[in-house]
């Protein structure tokens, strides 16, 4: 029998949106859904969705967990950091194309995804001009931030009287889902946060002085949706970033003791703090995410990679060995993980040493953290002839290396009172790199979710949306949840006792090794930038 209250739990990852349904007494998932939806690379940086493929995703979903919308009492909603863009018109919302180009959908394409690079100039333009609030985002925006891509999209909007309305995309689909359902939207609308700073770079949150000092935002163009009509409705629709709902479903109560990793297409590191100082490299601090009503309110800083799941999915599409796999990744790691261990019993040793004089540096699509860096690129050494599937492994080896040396150097970067690490998506089904975080992170603790990677982030918006209609902080909801001895529970390490000290002596030598890869390639592309004064510098493209 269906209880009589449900709430709702809806996460939008890069591919796939996830929607839960919850028992509100409980907490108890009663069902669950999963629908693939498409993003769109029209060049090596333009990137894009479409709201109307979203939607019609949320909605399939929807129906296939028995479209029970008149019990629901709570909806919580997660998203990628993409932004959408509308003109708006007499209440009405109509998509427009962010780009010239073409897609292979029918459906406009109005979203920028959150890969999209392709705002560097007015990155640049920004981070000359704001030099007030750069320190909050580690030095400098960055193009994957939405503000620079809302820059972009402003410079280049249809001329004449038409109005604007541009919302994060976990804000208009909020919206949205409100609108249809007739529920409470006023916690979609744009708000400054308390220090007056955007999550993440992303576009509402900032103080009005930001918007019109520094973005110079016109007068046609609204950060979120426009104005609604009050309802009544005891249904609050709330919103954030898919990294923070995957932080609310697996926090535990303290969450200070701990740096937690949203490890999938990407990374994302956070963590809570009651300091507010400035940390060099690192995103934040930020306001409005973990606040208490009882116990204070933390201070968030975040760091990242662009690529880690999608690092792995470059590696399988350029070597050759890994064609014969192509639409079956499980299948892949799991030949992979075989191949480890065949290698392990040939040689004796671990897998590691036989990929000693293989060195990689993945950051495919720029550097966030702590480089703030969008011109840095993928570095890799050691490269020969060899296409068999056990080079493919010892490259794979070397990608999970340097996979677990940017957490080191993100775990170094964030302070040392963190006792242990939680991961959760994709990446938390890794053992080997899991094993490998401990290892060189002085055999820190490393915490999994005892529920399934994909669970997470839909649990984490539920309990968002449940704290909205109580109108309470989602802390304070996430401290009345279970025991965090039954959320998590510790990755077991792979490595061999005996072999501990000389694994974490080649991993030492080795990470060196990667931060030198880091600062070479800048050092290089510096005596590169600084010949503009020759007569032949206009063929040179100044990264």
Not at 38 to 64: G, L, N
Not at 244 to 254: K, L, V
Not at 302 to 316: D, I, M, N, P, V
Not at 431 to 444: G, V, Y
């Amino acid at each position: 029998m269906t209880p009589e209250r449900l709430g709702i739990g809806i996460d939008l990852g890069s591919s796939a949106v996830r929607i839960g349904l919850y028992d509100v007494e409980t907490d108890e998932l009663l069902k669950y859904s999963l629908r693939r939806v498409r993003y769109y690379t029209h060049d090596s940086e333009k990137v894009t969705q479409s709201t109307a493929e979203i939607m019609q995703a949320i909605y399939a979903a929807f129906t296939d967990l028995g479209n029970e919308m008149d019990n629901v009492v709570s909806c919580g909603v997660a998203a990628t950091c993409s932004l959408a863009a509308f003109t708006y018109r007499d209440g009405k919302y109509s998509p427009i194309p962010v780009y010239r180009t073409n897609a292979t959908s029918k459906d406009i394409q109005n979203v920028v995804f959150w890969m999209d690079r392709s705002a560097k100039n007015e990155t640049h333009r920004l981070n000359e001009v704001c030099l007030d609030v750069t320190h909050f985002m580690g030095g400098g925006f960055i193009p994957e931030m939405g503000i620079p891509k809302l820059m972009k999209l402003i410079e280049n909007l249809p001329q004449g009287d038409l109005q604007f309305a541009v919302l994060d995309l976990h804000q208009y689909i909020a919206f949205e889902l409100g609108r249809k359902f007739g529920w409470n939207t006023t916690r979609t609308s744009n708000s400054p946060n308390t220090n007056g700073i955007g999550h993440d770079g992303e576009l509402s949150g900032w103080s009005k002085e930001f918007y019109k000092k520094k973005l110079k935002l016109p007068a046609k163009v609204n950060i979120g949706p426009y104005p609604q009509p009050l309802t009544d409705s005891r249904v609050t629709v709330s919103s954030c970033i898919d990294c923070y709902a995957n932080w609310f479903g697996a926090c535990p109560s303290q969450p200070e003791t701990s740096l937690f990793l949203a490890a999938g297409t990407s990374t994302c590191y956070l963590r809570a703090s009651k300091n507010s100082a400035f940390i060099p490299g690192i995103w934040g601090p930020f306001t409005n995410i973990l606040e208490s009503e009882t116990h204070g309110s933390f201070n968030v800083y975040e760091a990242g990679q662009s690529c880690t799941g999608k690092f792995f999915e470059y590696l399988f599409e350029v070597h050759p060995a890994a064609r014969d796999y192509k639409g079956d990744p499980a299948r892949l790691f799991e030949d992979l993980e075989k191949s480890c261990l065949k290698i392990e019993k040939v040689t004796g040793r671990s897998v590691h040493f036989a990929a000693k004089g293989i060195f990689t540096y993945g950051e495919l699509q720029g550097n966030r953290t702590p480089y703030c860096d969008p011109a840095m690129s993928g570095v890799f050494m050691g490269i020969t002839p060899d296409v068999s599937f056990k080079n493919l492994t010892l490259q794979y080896i070397a990608a999970i290396e340097f996979l677990a040396f940017e957490v080191k150097e993100m775990t170094l970067q964030l302070g040392n009172e963190i006792d242990y690490l939680i991961v959760v998506g994709s990446q938390a089904k890794n053992k080997r790199l899991l094993s490998l975080i401990s290892l060189i992170n002085n055999d820190i603790d490393v915490k999994i979710s005892e529920k399934p990677p994909s669970l997470i982030g839909i649990r984490g918006a539920y309990l968002l949306g449940k704290a909205s209609r109580q109108n309470r902080t989602v802390l304070d909801v996430i401290r009345e949840q279970q025991n965090e001895t039954k959320l998590l529970q510790l990755a077991k390490s792979s490595i061999n006792h005996k072999e501990k000290p000389f694994l974490k002596e080649l991993m030492e030598v080795k990470y060196e090794i990667h931060l030198e890869i880091a600062q070479t390639q800048r050092k290089f592309r510096s005596m590169i930038n600084a010949i503009s004064s020759q007569p032949w510098r206009s063929f040179l493209i100044k990264q």
